[in-house]
């Protein structure tokens, strides 16, 4: 497969099983993340790895931040993310750990993460695991944020579930990208992906 090939074949699961990467497998997956761009050298990536027992912790942690933030979140979506943080193989939360005070804007530190994350996910790829990134509304409760390491002003980007796929994942269909390019010749441009 060409680096190409490998780039255009990935796609997230979470139909993920044993094992998830070693520790030695695990540091060079992240070594991948180091090399996103990183305007500043700021550096405002941080990883926790949630792993065997600390996972049920951890999922404990997720209700009690969806209680706080919904007291009527239904028991159905409770229990989904019990059971989710509960029985993936590895976890990696998604820290940010910003600094409002530098010349370097917040969303600038903030895409850096991404990007970072983005190189996880394809050397996750690249090395026969799989794995897809969560957010939802627990990702903006400070104090979930703080319980894990990322007391404010740093926060959560989310967490990534690691693991072996248990199947090839179907390639979605991508859009071409033709439809979210245009060439620009002085004056605004228009997207085939705006037309509705």
Do not use: C
């Not at 933030?69 to 509960?86: Q, Y």
């Not at 976890?91 to 850096?112: D, F, T």
Request: hydrophobic share 45%; glycine share 6%; proline share 10%.
């Amino acid at each position: 497969m060409t680096p190409m090939d490998m780039l255009l074949s990935r796609a997230s699961t979470d139909h993920l099983a044993e094992p998830a990467p070693n520790a030695a497998q695990l540091s060079d997956i992240l070594a991948a993340a180091m090399r996103a761009p990183d305007h500043g050298k700021l550096r405002p990536w941080r990883y926790v790895v949630i792993e065997g027992d600390a996972r049920p912790q951890m999922a404990e942690r997720i209700v009690a931040s969806m209680q706080r933030l919904d007291a009527d979140a239904p028991e159905f979506k409770i229990e989904k993310r019990r059971n989710r943080f509960s029985t993936m193989p590895l976890i990696l939360a998604l820290g940010m750990h910003l600094r409002p005070e530098n010349k370097i804007p917040l969303w600038e530190q903030e895409m850096a993460v991404a990007a970072a994350t983005m190189n996880v996910l394809n050397a996750l790829h690249a090395t026969g695991f799989g794995g897809i990134w969560v957010s939802g509304d627990v990702v903006e409760d400070p104090v979930l944020a703080a319980e894990i390491g990322f007391p404010a002003p740093h926060k959560l980007a989310g967490f990534l579930f690691i693991g072996t796929p248990t199947n090839a994942p179907a390639a979605p269909r991508r859009p071409d990208p033709a439809a979210f390019t245009a060439r620009w010749t002085g004056q605004p441009v228009t997207f085939a992906a705006d037309k509705d």
